[in-house]
């Protein structure tokens, strides 16, 4: 079973920056989509961006591009988010996810998840 554990969340005021990460127990097959998903209070979970680990290819919500870089470090295998010019409506609880055989921005669709990093934007 794949497992998965987020780290780097913390308290930052609009503007700021963070970089969450994420470690897999294994390294993920270059077919794995990885992908972060984030849940504020009283929302659903959404998608927030997303990268086959071996291909490269990237996908991002609306909400974040031009913000947000995900990327992977297949040696480490590690997922990271990069965000920039984090605003208030970012606060959430950041979830990295992955699933062996698709792509896709459900998350009730992904096998595997972390536990979550809580990530605060204060105004």
């Keep these: ?25 294994e390294r993920a097959f270059s077919s794995y ?3 972060w998903f984030r849940q504020g209070p009283g929302k659903e ?3 927030v961006a997303g990268i086959i680990w071996g291909g490269g290819s ?4 609306d909400s974040v ?5 995900i990327s992977r470090d297949y ?12 605003k208030p409506e970012d606060t959430a609880v950041y979830y ?3 699933d062996p055989s698709r792509t896709t921005t459900n998350p009730s669709l992904y096998n ?12």
């Excluded at 794949?2 to 969450?20: D, I, M, N, P, Y």
């Excluded at 990237?58 to 919500?61: G, H, L, S």
């Excluded at 040696?75 to 984090?86: A, D, E, H, I, V």
């Design 96 to 98: 990295c996810a992955a």
């Design 33 to 35: 989509y990885m992908a």
């Design 58 to 61: 990237t996908a991002y919500a």
């Design 75 to 86: 040696r480490k295998n590690t997922l990271y988010l990069q965000m920039n010019g984090l």
């Design 65 to 69: 591009k031009g913000r947000f870089t």
């Design 1 to 25: 079973q794949v497992q998965l554990v987020e780290s780097g969340g913390g308290l930052v005021q609009a503007g700021g920056s963070l970089r969450l990460s994420c470690v897999v127990s």
């Design 45 to 47: 979970r959404e998608f």
């Design 112 to 123: 595997y998840w972390g536990q979550g990093t809580q990530v605060t934007v204060s105004s």
